[in-house]
């Protein structure tokens, strides 16, 4: 799994900014000049949306804020279950599953349209909003119902897996017996299974069958040897059974609870092939539904930060909403310097950033963290294996 974190690490955080749109390509042109020694620089494009009333563009600013961590934490749970879900031949293919409508995450972002054909834009910003909820509801709701279904198979398969390894004082010993070992269907006889270390073998076979009256002498067989232990059989009459097992333990020979039974063995042989086919039944179905909604969730969340920039950029620079946005993408470590270049590119938009950031929590454009720019700001964060640590 840890060997997958360099892909999406390495992606970290892009930014969505936005300004009052003056002379057009001119404007872009200096963003592009200013900043390309210190990151890559793309038109993240906004439709022409439906603006309402000031009030419920405020009010919207909220529910749109919350609806944008929902998603991304409905996104960083289908990516941390893919992530440790993928079988050993496909996690090699996690890059493939994480992709937003067939593109990397970066040339989804880089390259983003608004899709008009899921969200209209005849619509107002509110009904894209309860679409986009409706739509990662639905998403959260189903990966529930089928991760619930997938974890029960392989907690169940675990469950019988884990009892067939271990040390001999604790594994089923069905698959390591045969009928041949056991005195089968006597009333007064029974065979049972007794591991001992391998230290105590010549101890066992010099007193096993004066462990308990009416051990049958010559009775005890080797069955196998699992690291410092063996497995041996023998047999005695059942009414002296409780005597042999209080005198075996004080030797430290185990006797293990387990009777010799076909038709009980054949069942759980049977239970847990079943459990292997309903995995191996259940995990592509699986994969592939986390691949197509991964990406489903990727793309409505493009569409939430395309209506938050939209949105607070009308809120703060009011209308016509005419705006230039864009998404970069900081190169390392550059990421201070970027900001200082773009708090000079734009910082004449309000000479009061930075001045006192305790009083802007309410100022449209403000990041959750506080911090607070002359331009409009939002992120994308696309670490979801750093951030699935932390949820």
């Given at each position: 799994y840890n060997e997958y974190k360099s892909y999406l690490s390495l992606m970290g955080l892009y930014w969505l900014i936005s300004v009052p749109k003056n002379d057009g390509q001119e404007q872009w042109n200096t963003l592009i000049e200013h900043t390309k020694s210190l990151s890559s620089c793309f038109r993240f494009n906004l439709p022409s949306l439906k603006v309402g009333t000031l009030d419920a563009l405020m009010s919207?600013?909220?529910d749109l804020q919350k609806l944008d961590q929902y998603t991304e934490q409905v996104m960083i749970k289908l990516y941390n279950y893919m992530a440790t879900s993928l079988e050993e031949g496909d996690r090699s293919r996690l890059k493939d599953y994480t992709k937003a409508n067939n593109k990397d995450l970066l040339s989804y972002c880089g390259t983003f349209v608004w899709d008009v054909a899921k969200f209209p834009i005849k619509l107002s910003i509110k009904e894209i909003h309860d679409i986009i909820a409706k739509n990662i509801t639905?998403?959260?709701k189903d990966f529930k119902t089928k991760s619930n279904t997938f974890n029960?198979?392989?907690?169940?398969?675990a469950q019988y897996e884990k009892k067939e390894s271990g040390s001999l004082l604790t594994r089923n010993l069905a698959p390591l017996v045969k009928e041949e070992d056991f005195v089968i269907s006597s009333e007064y006889l029974v065979t049972v299974c007794v591991v001992v270390p391998k230290s105590s073998y010549k101890e066992w076979?010099?007193?096993?069958?004066?462990?308990?009256?009416?051990?049958?002498?010559?009775?005890?067989r080797l069955i196998l040897e699992d690291g410092e232990m063996g497995l041996f059989t023998v047999t005695m009459f059942r009414k002296t059974l409780d005597a042999f097992k209080n005198n075996a333990r004080d030797k430290k020979f185990t006797v293990r609870e387990f009777q010799y039974n076909k038709e009980k063995i054949k069942s759980s042989t049977v239970e847990i092939e079943n459990l292997r086919k309903a995995k191996a039944k259940a995990y592509v179905p699986l994969i592939k539904w986390l691949k197509g909604n991964f990406s489903e969730a990727f793309v409505n969340w493009m569409h939430i930060k395309a209506l938050r920039l939209f949105t607070e950029s009308v809120l703060r620079y009011g209308l016509p909403a005419t705006f230039m946005t864009a998404m970069l993408e900081p190169n390392r470590k550059s990421e201070k310097k970027l900001r200082d270049?773009?708090?000079?590119?734009?910082?004449s938009l309000d000479r009061n950033a930075g001045d006192n950031q305790e009083q802007m929590g309410d100022i449209p454009g403000v990041f959750v963290s506080g911090d607070y720019f002359p331009y409009v700001y939002f992120d994308v964060n696309t670490s979801f294996v750093e951030a699935a640590q932390d949820f």
């Open positions: 919207l600013s909220d639905k998403v959260e029960t198979i392989k907690t169940n398969l076979e010099g007193s096993y069958w004066k462990l308990a009256d009416f051990v049958v002498p010559g009775s005890s270049k773009l708090g000079v590119l734009y910082g």
